[in-house]
């Protein structure tokens, strides 16, 4: 009986798969695998190699990548164009990964000394980037679900993971909420662009929009409420209203991984939806993408002004930063090389806000392992108590602001060329909206600054701060490449300067 | 096509009645039950299209797994199970006008695009046979990653629910 229904099926066509394309992903679910099957065959005997072998384990995927990058075929494309790896997924890729290990040494202290779920967490944190990485190869309306699905989930319950505290419950909670409401829009908005499209593939989506002609409301919306779901995703304004709260809420190494890694990953769903298959309708996401940017940066600035928690500062920060990173794709379909210069300076702004924001992150956890609040107040006279962390943070900070020599500087600058390189209106307007919020971030990053040189030290107590060998090196790390992108910016552009065209 | 349309009817039609129940019923244990006919309908709606997998995956997944995980919890987390006053918000105009609303816009970019598409009428449906080959061949990578999701969210969930 099985026999005969089986005969009548078309034959199954193995599906060609390079090994050495997937060997990052291979190597990171290897990771994650040892990590959970530790835990299960030594139990407590296990917790003090894990975050460790989780922050080696994370470089470990970096070597199938550089064997990548430094291979003759240079771009490599399995299911017909469903999962690309090129210099741009590359990039990521290593972000990606770097962002990982600089969360580990991150958590190592907080996650160890809190009486946490030690291995899960590390687990979980694994498998979201995991998410990630595979997000940075996908050219495929399934895949780029599954992908954003699989960082999102654990990192929803990464946020909660503080169990016994109500506002880390809060957190987790509003973050799952909001984040499925996310999904479902964008699941909405993929199922009508796929029923114009025909196909998930995002070149064939590309093609299929393009030739379609001019106002089909369908297509319109499709687009909108795609977008609308990565813009929950990157705390864009106004779908911001979860960031502030989860922020403050989650354990902060949590927080410092949803603000540099989940956003990160967003932007490339972004990007590569944009650049790959909506590039043809320019009339539809240039004004989108030109609203989000100007009022994320707008709202994100004017509300950071207000805060007096360092946590909500940086979300309210973060919503700003956004914006800048949205700004390019509102001129991505102008023509020209105006996409390649928007994916160019967009890879720019996140390696160098991954450096930064990490390196920020790292501080605020180094400070509040002693003062044990987030309040803005806790910070005065700094310079005093920890001069050393006093110099870190005025430089992330001033990064984060824009100040030349710093990283900060350059990435502000390859997002105004490329506002200014698609020689449109539009473009130019962003560009003076940007220019005045560049300028409004100064005053709270400037505050908290002066908080530290120029203040008492918070109730008048001068001992001082102790900073654990991880932390300190996630410093160091984050500092010199902070610093290094923005001294020579070579050193990021001969990474970000790629190109993602449709019809890879 | 004509039997399908009239079926489409029909089951349309309950289904918006069941909808609305769902909405305006004052026992929550009576709002589950009432979601079990709308996605009993839409699995039905699979069914017309030919779409066998995704009619059974809708009734397996919706109404085997999501509702019944409703009905527990209502079951875990409420004592009286009874008619509750204050269920129903009391705002209702705001949220049903933008339900309304939402629902002209898709309702009108759907009908404007499809207005006149129709099904293949030579067109097999589409097998589980099919479904399964792109599952193992194209859609490897989704399919593999939703695994290790799987898993995750198993280990996550139960970190999470676990006492101390």
Redesign the interface.
């Known amino acids: 009986m099985l026999a005969t229904v089986l005969a009548e099926v078309a034959p199954f066509v193995r599906p060609h798969i390079d090994w050495h394309a997937v060997a990052p992903e291979l190597t990171l679910l290897a990771v994650g695998a040892i990590l959970t099957l530790i835990d299960i065959v030594w139990l407590e005997r296990g917790r003090k190699l894990t975050s460790s072998l989780a922050g080696f384990g994370l470089l470990l995927p970096l070597i199938p990548i550089v064997t990548l990058a430094v291979s003759d075929s240079d771009t490599r494309v399995m299911f017909d164009g469903a999962y690309v790896i090129d210099d741009y997924s590359l990039v990521l890729k290593a972000m990606f990964l770097l962002t990982g290990y600089v969360v580990v040494l991150l958590s190592t202290n907080y996650i160890g000394e809190g009486d946490y779920w030690e291995n899960e967490y590390y687990g979980l944190l694994v498998s979201s980037i995991l998410g990630m990485v595979v997000m940075a190869s996908s050219r495929d309306l399934i895949s780029i679900f599954v992908a954003l699905e699989l960082l999102s989930i654990p990192a929803y319950m990464l946020a909660t993971w503080r169990k016994r505290d109500v506002r880390s419950n809060e957190a987790g909670l509003k973050y799952y909420l909001m984040g499925v409401f996310a999904s479902a829009i964008m699941l909405y908005g993929m199922s009508l662009v796929y029923g114009v499209a025909g196909s998930t593939l995002l070149t064939e989506i590309n093609a299929a929009l393009s030739e379609g002609g001019s106002s089909e409301a369908v297509v319109t919306l499709g687009i909108v409420f795609v977008v609308v779901g990565f813009a929950f995703k990157v705390s864009a304004f106004p779908f911001h209203t979860w960031s502030p709260d989860t922020y403050e809420g989650a354990p902060t190494p949590v927080t410092a991984f949803l603000a540099v890694g989940s956003k990160a990953a967003g932007f490339v769903a972004l990007m590569s939806l944009v650049v790959v298959g909506f590039l043809g309708r320019d009339d539809v996401f240039g004004p989108l993408f030109w609203v989000l940017a100007a009022g994320s940066m707008t709202f994100g600035n004017v509300m950071a002004l207000r805060q007096k928690n360092i946590i909500r500062l940086m979300a309210y920060s973060g919503v700003a930063q956004a914006g800048f990173m949205l700004a390019p794709l509102a001129v991505a379909g102008t023509g020209g090389t105006s996409a390649d210069t928007s994916i160019s300076a967009i890879l720019t702004y996140l390696l160098i806000y991954a450096a930064m924001n990490l390196g920020a992150f790292a501080v605020i956890i180094s400070v509040a392992r002693k003062t044990e609040t987030a309040e803005l107040e806790s910070y005065n006279g700094l310079f005093t108590t920890a001069p050393v962390l006093a110099v870190f943070m005025t430089l992330f900070l001033a990064s984060l602001a824009g100040i030349p020599p710093l990283g900060g500087w350059f990435a502000k600058f390859s997002v105004f060329t490329a506002l200014t390189n698609a020689d449109t209106g539009a473009g130019y307007a962003l560009a003076v909206v940007a220019a005045i919020n560049a300028v409004v971030a100064f005053g709270y990053y400037g505050r908290l600054a002066l908080r530290m040189w120029v203040e008492e030290p918070y109730l008048g107590d001068k001992a001082p701060i102790k900073v654990p060998v991880a932390l300190g090196f996630a410093l160091v790390l984050t500092a010199v490449i902070t610093v290094a992108f923005g001294v020579y910016p070579p050193v990021a552009t001969h990474f970000t300067d790629v190109t993602l065209v449709a019809g890879v | 096509m004509v039997a399908q349309n009239i079926f489409f009817g029909i089951m349309a039609a309950i289904m918006i009645w069941a909808a609305l129940r769902v909405v305006t019923t004052k026992n929550v244990v009576h709002a589950a039950l009432w979601l079990v006919i709308v996605l009993a309908g839409v699995a039905g709606q699979f069914l017309l299209l030919g779409a066998e997998f995704v009619g059974v995956t809708q009734i397996l997944v919706y109404i085997g797994a999501v509702v019944v995980l409703f009905l527990f919890g209502i079951m875990l987390t409420r004592a009286s199970m009874g008619e509750d006053e204050n269920v129903n918000l009391p705002n209702r105009i705001v949220p049903a006008t933008v339900g309304v609303l939402l629902f002209g816009?898709?309702a009108?970019?759907?009908i404007?695009?499809?207005r006149d598409a129709e099904l293949p009428k030579d067109g097999s449906p589409t097998t589980v046979?099919a479904v399964s080959?792109s599952i193992?061949?194209?859609?490897?990578?989704?399919f593999e990653?939703?695994s290790?999701?799987l898993?995750?969210?198993l280990?996550?969930?139960i970190?999470?629910a676990r006492k101390?």
Do not use: K, Q
């Not at chain 2, 193992?136 to 989704?142: A, C, E, K, L």
């Open positions: 816009l898709m009108f970019a759907t404007d695009y499809w046979e080959d193992f061949s194209d859609f490897i990578v989704p990653a939703t290790v999701l898993l995750a969210a280990i996550g969930a970190v999470v101390e």
